[in-house]
C-alpha cells in the first residue's frame, strides 16, 4: 500500500514524524508537507505565486505552501503514481465541531478526497503533543483495521467511491484510550474577542481571537466522546447545501421572481 502524509504543522512537527514511523511499517509512505506552520489555511491553494518542493534529510518533502498545495502538486505530478490512501496529520490540537471548516489538516485530507482518493485527518484533543507516540500508534491501529476491511489497499479499484475520515485522539496513554466512536460534529460558540496591539510604529495589530468554547456537546458529539476519553471518528462531505431548507428556498425564490417581474425587474 501507498500512503501520501502531510499536515498543517510543518514538515518537521512532531506529530508528522510519529506518524509516519508508525505508518512505514503497513505501507510505502512520502512526505510531502509544508515547509512552516500552516494552521487554520483550510482548503487554500497558492495560484499567484510560484512553489518550490525541496527535500529534507529525512527523506521527507517540504512545500513553501499551504497543506492543500502540498497534497495538490503531489497528486498532480510530483509522485508520478497514484496514492491508495491520504493521511493528514498528527495536528498539535483539536478539530472537531467548526473547526472542520478551518483546519488546514482535513484541508489536505479533503484534498485527496477531491482527487477520489480515501483520506484521514488525524488530531490529537490538546496542544502540546502529549503522548504523541500513542495517538501515533492508535491512528496505525485504525488504517490497518480499514486495510483489513477492504476499505483501502492496492487491490481496490479505482472506481470505488473515495471516504473522508475526521479523526480526533484524546492525549492518554495507549492502554487508556477508550474504543473508537463514531460521532458527528458537534459545535462551538463564536470566537473570542480579537485582540487589538500596538506596534512600534504605532499602527493597531489585530490578532484573531482564540476558538470559542464547545456549545453543543451532546452525547454523539466528537466532543463529548473525547470528553470521556474515547477516539473520535466522524465521516464528512463536502456537498455544503442546505438541503433540508432547498424546498423553502425554491419557494422564496419563486416569490422573489415574481416581485422582479412586477416591479419591472430582470
Do not use: C, H
Given at each position: 500500500?501507498?500512503?501520501?502524509?502531510?499536515?498543517?504543522?510543518?514538515?518537521?512537527?512532531?506529530?508528522?514524524?510519529?506518524?509516519?514511523?508508525?505508518?512505514k511499517t503497513l505501507a510505502d509512505v512520502e512526505v510531502v508537507a509544508p515547509e512552516h506552520n500552516n494552521s487554520a489555511k483550510s482548503n487554500a491553494l497558492t495560484l499567484h505565486s510560484p512553489l518550490y518542493v525541496h527535500q529534507a534529510a529525512n527523506g521527507f518533502r517540504y512545500v513553501n505552501g499551504t497543506p492543500a498545495d502540498c497534497v495538490h502538486i503531489a497528486l498532480t505530478g510530483l509522485l508520478g503514481y497514484r496514492p491508495d490512501l491520504v493521511v493528514s496529520g498528527i495536528n498539535n490540537g483539536a478539530n472537531m465541531g467548526d473547526d472542520t471548516i478551518y483546519s488546514g489538516t482535513v484541508g489536505a485530507a479533503m484534498e485527496g478526497y477531491l482527487f477520489g482518493i480515501p483520506a484521514i485527518a488525524f488530531s490529537q484533543v490538546d496542544k502540546g503533543w502529549g503522548e504523541i507516540d500513542a495517538a501515533a500508534a492508535k491512528a496505525r491501529e485504525i488504517v490497518q483495521q480499514l486495510l483489513g476491511s477492504s476499505l483501502v489497499g492496492p487491490a481496490e479499484p479505482l472506481a470505488q467511491a473515495p471516504w473522508l475520515l475526521n479523526v480526533n485522539i484524546p492525549n492518554m496513554p495507549l492502554e487508556a484510550l477508550k474504543p473508537l466512536k463514531l460521532c458527528r460534529l458537534g459545535r462551538r460558540h463564536a470566537a473570542e474577542r480579537v485582540i487589538v496591539q500596538e506596534s512600534p510604529r504605532g499602527e493597531a495589530m489585530y490578532w484573531i481571537g482564540g476558538a470559542g468554547a464547545a456549545k453543543d456537546d451532546a452525547e454523539g458529539t466528537d466532543f463529548h466522546a473525547t470528553a470521556q476519553g474515547h477516539v473520535a471518528m466522524t465521516p464528512l462531505k463536502v456537498d455544503l447545501t442546505d438541503h433540508d431548507n432547498l424546498g423553502?428556498?425554491?419557494?422564496?425564490?419563486?416569490?422573489m421572481q415574481i416581485a422582479a417581474q412586477a416591479g419591472g425587474g430582470h
Open positions: 500500500m501507498k500512503i501520501l502524509l502531510s499536515n498543517d504543522d510543518g514538515f518537521q512537527a512532531p506529530g508528522i514524524v510519529a506518524l509516519y514511523e508508525a505508518l423553502y428556498w425554491v419557494q422564496t425564490a419563486a416569490r
